[in-house]
């Protein structure tokens, strides 16, 4: 049923096939093809929707906006992409990321967070189809496979203890790093973890696990959503009222007058800072008018540092208020006067009658609404989702908030499009399609582009979605416009039947989804290819778990602990003295315990000669004229130099001179045609000579050792045949493998 991927066609049209890649699909495309896309599109429809509400909460977002990033994103990214299966849409790292960016810059939730979610979308998406239109998606091999396997362990399992409230049905304080919030939320356990909630998240994953063990085909997702929020309407999970702080005993009332006071002290303490900000900025841009220490710019620092201060200890005073108002429980009890009031329980006098009914007061990180304070004495459910479609308008731009974001937005646009062209590549060595990484970073700009006009969140490929994209059948990218026709009716028709959603359900969703991203092999593999490789997942996966929820500082640190040993790696390359080895190749002499020719050095550089390694090579060549006093000749094998640059032909040409000077001869082997030509054009040909110049090792062992053994005390020589060697642990090491082997 699945179409191999074929090229763009040639020709006249090849010109619209890339400008509307998606028009290629019709050729060929049959009423078969169609059937397929559209079981497929349903079928990736049914895991989409339940997930996308789940990550837009690992975004600190309303459930209903992943429903909008899933709507028109999945649809154009497929358009415009280059690969017909890859599912794009809300995911779990990327979901989390965008928490992390805009959680210094607004309140989770609230009007601005929102706006500035979408406004990242916007950014996400232009980086990402710059890259594209330039060509640059080569880009992302900075991150290399090492720190990208460090980072993606690390979001697991902060995604997944990002979820632990949500499991148990308790309210913790978030805490400056993530560890603290995980341990908020353990210490919250015993006197406020909901059962019914922790149940309906247990029955979620004994749904999704079973029927995935039974037949992965099955939608376990969906199913798993739709059983628990059956249940959760029937049995009245969600028990929520609306009361006057007058119906609260006074000693509650006054604490949460005293933690709306804080709250209000906090907005006031910012509105300061903000403008002592706004007056040292216009000092400073009056160039001439002030000297470098005037008193008022001295002034205005410590004004500013001060502000910081007092906004911190209030922030850690309401935080205490805060979690001394969640953890309180409240009984309702009737006065003799028959009004019905709620009050702690240790608060009421012996033998008051208490009605049924424990409650529970919701406090945000806003002020608690006096006139109508919420209560619940059940657990948490989606809520009220709007219906219809999101509004079509343009993000709103903010130069400040924009300059704060840019990077993150770009650790987001990078690694959102590593993960997308990673699943792509994975399904086109099933498919035989053609993947273009250029066409697939403007079909992922494209998608968020389009998706912050409409309301969304940044988006991505993602990997499950995508599995089961390509397992039911997809043969095009008309799947997902399936898939997004889905959403469209379920926004237009359906959104009342979303309400009673468990939050739990949806926290096992996330659990279930991040399961995929942990590869504890990816460490062990990393450490056996090169032990520095190893050492930097690790590093990567524990800085990440250390700074999160600032995830970008993990990251960037594994990405700079790459470009670091690259760096080094081109610096000090390799340089190998060699030897004949018995299966007649010439091999490392040291790391294969051979014996070395005491008259010719045959030498293999293995990397370019560039300007940064120039010195390292001159470095070694001295060290080895010294250590070999019955030097004649210096072979150089050059098979690994691929460019000769500036740097590397000065230093060159002064090797051949200093060696000659000191009455050693100079030759080389394995030069390519570019480096040849930059010899010729430097004349560095001509001062080595043309018959200096040999087509292998071998050719220029042979044409050397008659000259080089002149009056030689060398009985037999090791270039020309294997000699007994010294026993090294690394030479030991195969003979003894060999010896258990047979």
Request: glycine share 8%; charged share 15%.
């Amino acid at each position: 049923m699945r179409e191999k991927g074929t090229k763009n066609p040639a020709g006249p049209g090849s010109v619209v096939y890339r400008f509307l890649p998606f028009l290629a699909w019709l050729k060929g495309y049959s009423p078969a093809h169609l059937r397929a896309d559209v079981i497929a599109g349903l079928t990736v429809a049914m895991v989409l929707i339940p997930q996308s509400m789940a990550y837009a909460q690992l975004a600190d977002l309303p459930a209903y906006y992943g429903l909008y990033a899933a709507f028109l994103p999945p649809l154009v990214a497929a358009l415009f992409g280059s690969s017909r299966q890859l599912a794009t849409g809300p995911v779990a790292v990327v979901s989390l990321m965008t928490a992390t960016a805009l959680a210094p810059l607004a309140t989770a939730g609230s009007e601005a967070f929102i706006a500035y979610a979408v406004l990242l979308a916007l950014l996400v998406g232009i980086f990402q189809m710059l890259l594209g239109l330039f060509r640059l998606g080569m880009v992302v091999n900075f991150i290399s496979h090492p720190v990208v396997n460090g980072f993606t362990n690390a979001a697991a399992i902060i995604i997944a203890t990002s979820q632990l409230a949500n499991l148990l049905g308790v309210t913790a304080e978030k805490g400056e790093h993530h560890y603290q919030t995980v341990y908020n939320v353990l210490a919250a356990i015993p006197h406020s973890a909901h059962l019914p909630t922790l149940g309906l998240a247990l029955l979620a994953f004994a749904i999704m696990f079973g029927l995935r063990y039974l037949n992965p085909r099955i939608p376990n997702v969906l199913i798993a959503v739709v059983v628990t929020t059956m249940i959760s309407w029937g049995a009245g999970l969600e028990r929520k009222m609306k009361a006057p702080l007058s119906s609260l005993c006074v000693p509650t009332q006054e604490k949460i007058i005293a933690y709306n006071h804080a709250l209000t002290e906090i907005d006031s303490a910012m509105a300061r800072r903000i403008e002592l900000g706004k007056h040292l900025k216009a000092q400073a841009k009056c160039q001439g008018c002030h000297d470098l220490k005037d008193p008022n710019d001295v002034t205005a620092k410590y004004n500013i540092t001060i502000s910081d201060l007092e906004i911190v200890r209030l922030k850690e005073q309401a935080g205490e208020e805060r979690a001394q108002l969640r953890r309180l429980v409240f009984v309702p009890y009737r006065e003799a006067s028959g009004d019905t009031l709620l009050c702690e329980p240790q608060a009421l006098a012996p033998g008051t009658p208490k009605l049924a009914g424990r409650w529970r007061l919701k406090v945000g990180s806003r002020p608690v609404p006096q006139d109508t304070l919420t209560l619940t004495g059940g657990g948490a459910v989606v809520g009220f989702v709007p219906s219809g479609l999101p509004s079509i308008q343009p993000p709103g731009l903010h130069l400040n908030v924009i300059l704060d974001l840019l990077p993150m937005m770009m650790i987001i646009s990078l690694l959102g499009f590593l993960e997308a062209i990673s699943i792509a590549k994975a399904i086109a060595a099933r498919t035989g399609q053609q993947i273009d990484p250029n066409r697939e970073l403007i079909g992922q700009g494209l998608s968020n582009i389009v998706g912050s006009f409409t309301l969304a969140y940044p988006v991505s490929g993602s990997f499950s979605r995508s599995a089961v994209n390509y397992q039911t059948g997809a043969v095009t990218g008309f799947s997902s416009a399936f898939a997004s026709a889905v959403v469209l009716l379920v926004l237009l028709f359906f959104t009342p039947l979303l309400y009673y959603i468990p939050q739990a359900a949806l926290a096992a969703i996330i659990m279930m989804a991040v399961i995929g991203l942990i590869n504890v092999h990816g460490f062990i593999h990393a450490w056996k290819t090169q032990r520095y490789d190893g050492i930097i997942a690790v590093i990567t996966f524990v800085l990440t778990l250390a700074f999160a929820p600032h995830l970008d500082k993990g990251i960037m640190i594994g990405v700079g602990l790459s470009l670091v040993h690259f760096l080094l790696r081109n610096i000090k390359p390799d340089l190998s003295l060699l030897s004949k080895f018995e299966d007649g190749t010439f091999r490392d002499a040291d790391r294969r315990g051979l014996q070395k020719c005491r008259h010719l050095a045959v030498v293999r550089f293995n990397n370019s000669l560039i300007f940064a390694n120039v010195a390292y090579l001159e470095e070694k060549i001295l060290e080895l004229q010294n250590a070999m006093p019955e030097l004649r000749h210096v072979h150089i094998v050059c098979n690994a130099i691929n460019e000769l640059d500036a740097s590397g032909e000065e230093t060159l040409s002064k090797i051949v001179t200093r060696l000659r000077d000191a009455g050693h001869d100079v030759s080389l082997s394995g030069v390519n045609e570019k480096v040849l030509q930059t010899m010729r054009r430097t004349y560095l040909l001509e001062k080595i000579g043309d018959d200096h110049v040999y087509g292998n090792v071998a050719m220029a062992v042979a044409a050397l050792y008659r000259k080089t053994h002149e009056h030689s005390r060398e009985t037999a020589c090791p270039l020309l045949e294997c000699m007994a060697r010294a026993v090294t642990p690394e030479a030991a090491a195969p003979r003894k493998k060999a010896r258990n082997a047979g």
